[in-house]
């Protein structure tokens, strides 16, 4: 069955900093969903990809999804304290979603 | 736009015993879908519903089932708790059907099973 295998699973940066979480998928996927939870929080949705190789910014954060749409990743420009939370790909394939299982960021003032 | 709410927020059960946990989507959504999230296994979905029919399934023992009322609320039951199922039970909306729309997600109800 598909699956969706998300790196790295903790990252700890300085304020300032870059940070990039990684999504891999078994499978093809049709689409993939980035989400944002905040420390006793619920996810909060982010962005959608769906096309080979898109590209989606939003300020600070950079959205890709790999040609082959196997793979994805985020990437955040100079982090703020803000940021903290852990962020989670979820990755669709016909009727089937599959959620990586985060990768946790805190950022040290 | 009131967001998604869940009630109760927290639940304490001992095993054996049947849980029954609601969610109330977005005005206008008319899907509501159901995760469990622990830290060992994660976001998993559960399943959704949309106009009062169960459209997709996770896979989850039958223990765990749901359904829609005609308002779009929904309500999910576990039955027979076990310690395993003490999670966060996350519900989330959408206006259509289907995973590829921005989902919604309510704050959350705490299931700890003693």
């Known amino acids: 069955g598909q699956q969706v295998m998300q790196i790295p699973q903790y990252q700890h940066v300085q304020e300032g900093e870059d940070f990039t979480t990684y999504c891999n998928s078994s499978t093809t996927l049709s689409n993939i969903q980035w989400y944002k939870q905040r420390p006793g929080g619920h996810p909060v949705f982010l962005i959608q990809l769906v096309k080979s190789g898109e590209v989606k910014k939003q300020k600070r954060l950079t959205f890709q999804f790999g040609e082959a749409k196997k793979n994805s990743s985020l990437h955040i420009t100079a982090t703020q304290t803000t940021d903290v939370g852990t962020y989670f790909c979820?990755?669709?394939?016909?009727?089937?979603?599959?959620f990586g299982a985060g990768t946790r960021l805190t950022v040290k003032p | 736009k009131a967001g998604v709410t869940q009630t109760p927020r927290y639940l304490i059960k001992t095993r054996g015993q049947q849980v029954t946990l609601s969610c109330s989507p977005i005005?206008?959504?008319?899907?509501v879908s159901w995760y469990q999230q622990t830290p060992g296994q994660g976001l998993q979905f559960l399943f959704e519903y949309f106009s009062e029919t169960q459209r997709n399934k996770g896979n989850f023992p039958g223990r765990f089932s749901g359904r829609q009322f005609s308002n779009s609320r929904s309500e999910m039951n576990v039955s027979t708790l076990e310690l395993g199922d003490s999670a966060l039970y996350l519900c989330a909306s959408s206006l259509v059907t289907g995973p590829h729309n921005e989902q919604f997600f309510g704050p959350g109800t705490r299931l700890t099973v003693l």
């Open positions: 979820a990755g669709i394939r016909n009727n089937d979603m599959r």
């Open positions: 005005s206008g959504h008319r899907s």
